[in-house]
């Protein structure tokens, strides 16, 4: 209930969210845009992943 996958790989997001994980994704050039497509939030450097993390889990207090 209270985790956040992130991951670089389309099988790690398929993964976390098989699992009902939310996922934030890494993007890399190395994988195509559409590869990302399942994950809840693309982020393009790690500086952005803090604040991914404290919005979602913001998010998550408003909702419960």
């Known amino acids: 209930e209270n985790c956040v996958a992130v991951e670089d790989s389309p099988d790690g997001?398929?993964?976390a969210k098989?699992?009902?994980m939310y996922c934030i994704?890494?993007?890399h050039p190395y994988m195509p845009?559409?590869?990302?497509a399942s994950a809840d939030v693309i982020i393009q450097s790690l500086d952005e992943?803090?604040?991914e993390i404290d919005r979602?889990?913001?998010?998550k207090k408003t909702v419960d």
């Open 13 to 15: 997001i398929v993964s």
């Open 18 to 20: 098989r699992a009902g």
């Open 25 to 27: 994704a890494f993007d």
């Open 33 to 36: 845009q559409y590869a990302f």
């Open 49 to 51: 992943l803090s604040l």
């Open 56 to 59: 979602y889990f913001e998010n």
